[in-house]
């Protein structure tokens, strides 16, 4: 399911670099775009909170195993065209996996936390040669944050 969040833009380039990041595992397959995007539209799904019984027939519809929701809850962009002023960019994220192969869904997986770019855990993501990039680029801090959330999916 396409991510919700404030920043429209960039909760779309987070579902798009999880989607990347997770067919790199050779190990899901993922629905179709479009179709899921058709679905949501259909349905008027956008920006709402889904109870356990809409994820099914959802997952349903889409023919899938389970479903991956959330929000980005927090952005914040490197705004000012002035280096020394610019606020490093970090991301909140609210994520859950949600499998409907028993009767009930059941969340498998979830995260809820905030990626600084001036984080140590976040910086040893990266060589040290990219550091400096990872504190003003805000699309390459969602890659390195996609890659990293796409290894916790060990189920």
Known sequence: MPLNGTNTNRAQELTRELTVQ????NRFEIVDHYKVATLVEDEGL????LSDTLVKNIARK???????????????????????????PFIGLS??????????????WSLNDTFDSRDRQVKQYVKR????????????????IAKEIARTFAF
Request: proline residues 9%.
């Open 22 to 25: 997770i067919l790199q595992l």
């Open 129 to 144: 040669s990219e550091r400096r990039r990872l504190s003003t680029d805000p699309y390459f801090l969602i890659q390195v």
């Open 95 to 108: 994520l859950r996996i949600v499998s409907i192969n028993q009767t009930m869904p059941m969340t498998i």
């Open 62 to 88: 889409l023919q899938a195993d389970a479903i991956l929701l959330g929000e980005v809850t927090n952005f914040q962009e490197p705004e000012s065209p002035y280096p020394l002023l610019r606020k490093p």
């Open 46 to 49: 956008e920006g709402i909170d």
